[in-house]
């Protein structure tokens, strides 16, 4: 009798780290978002992101032919954002009317203020044909982001992204080495 019992309890603590991992896992996968790149040309690219510690997040991409982009966005004033997108892509894909939270020192207070409380608004083209939208919004106090995603075969695409703190909702684009352009939904 005592091998049956400790077979049952060893099959017992076998089943409790199953358990475990199954939840540990299942905690790791709801926490992550979708998140869809559209070219011009009609070329959907799916992924993934996640936020990462200090305002920081992690993306990925699966590529057309397969190849999976992996990098992280990295939270950047409201002012750089828009010099280093002009240098990427020029002016006017991407735009944002409302106050730059950031130069507060409160990017919340938008949450926690009062009714007169102004809210961002940032627009920006829409490659989804799909969508029957050209231009795709997203409102409240913003979070501006760049990132640079990197294959395994050395593909590399450069990212700029606008996040509202209120709605996890995000616009941006994202363009790779031979040029091809991408609007992105989050």
Partial sequence: ????????????????????????????SACTYPLTMYSRDGERLNGRWRFAREGTGLIQVVASDGE???GAFKPVPRRNFFESYQKAFG????????PDLFAYGNVFGGLLGGSGTLADVAYGENYNKSSGESIQTVRGPLLYWTANLQGGRRTIMQCFLI???????????????TGTEYTVEF
């Fill in 163 to 177: 996040g509202s703190s209120s709605t996890g909702r995000g616009l941006g684009r994202c363009k790779g080495l």
């Fill in 91 to 98: 002016g006017g894909s991407i735009d944002a009317d409302g």
């Fill in 1 to 28: 009798m005592p091998r049956a019992k400790t077979l049952c309890r060893n099959l017992l603590m076998d089943l409790v780290g199953v358990a475990l991992v199954v939840i540990v896992f299942l905690s790791l």
């Fill in 68 to 70: 999976i982009l992996i």
